[in-house]
T-cell receptor, first 112, second 115 residues
């Protein structure tokens, strides 16, 4: 059974610092999605990565997909309190069955 | 734009009671999902469906049942509620996954407490 590992599980930083969170697996992802969830809300899609080595930017957020498509990272530059939330990676573990599963997430707190 | 609608938003059950969480989507998505989320944790897949009449187990299906009689509706049934089922439940739907498609759209969640 392929597992989706996210690290770190918790991260508390000061406003203005940079950070990176990771999503790793022992097997190859066909694609991977990153979501952010704020308290009391459902997750909201940030980005989809598909191609090995791919880099996507969303304002201060940079997403990378590993060359072998077994890992991905999310880097936030100059974090702000509004970045606080649970960051989740999600992948299709069921092939054509679209069994979409999530990692445990990284709970980020950005302190003013 | 309704998207994914879940009801109820809050519910308190006694041990052994049963209930159904309702989920409906108006985006004509074939794929629908039920997840549960415990405090501070990620989402665990309970059941999912790839179309009307087709359902399959996710990671944590025990104690739950689903049905998918229409494209729009995907109710989740809890039989004999237990304290371990206290959680927030999210329903989600998506179109087929591609480079720029397949985003999961979530409902607002249903907070269930079993006492």
């Amino acid at each position: 059974t392929q597992l989706l590992e996210q690290s770190p599980q918790f991260l508390s930083i000061q406003e203005g610092e940079n950070l990176t969170v990771y999503c790793n697996s022992s097997s190859v992802f066909s694609s991977l999605q990153w979501y952010r969830q704020e308290p009391g809300e459902g997750p909201v899609l940030l980005v989809t990565v598909v191609t090995g080595g791919e880099v996507k930017k969303l304002k201060r957020l940079t997403f990378q997909f590993g060359d072998a498509r077994k890992d991905s990272s999310l880097h936030i530059t100059a974090a702000q309190p509004g970045d606080t939330g649970l960051y989740l990676c999600e992948w299709n573990s069921g092939g054509s069955n679209y069994k979409l599963t999530f990692g445990k997430g990284t709970l980020l707190t950005v302190n003013p | 734009n309704a998207g994914v609608t879940q009801t109820p938003k809050f519910r308190i059950l006694k041990i052994g009671q049963s209930m159904t969480l309702q989920c409906t989507q108006d985006m004509n998505h074939n794929y629908m999902y039920w997840y549960r989320q415990d405090p501070g944790m990620g989402l665990k897949l309970i059941y999912y469906s790839v179309g009307a009449g087709i359902t399959d187990k996710g990671e944590v299906p025990n104690g739950y049942n689903v049905s998918r009689s229409t494209t729009e509706d995907f109710p989740l049934r809890l039989e004999l509620a237990a304290p371990s089922q206290t959680s927030v439940y999210f329903c989600a739907s998506s179109a087929p996954r591609g480079p720029n498609t397949g985003e999961l759209f979530f409902g607002e969640g249903s907070r269930l407490t079993v006492l």
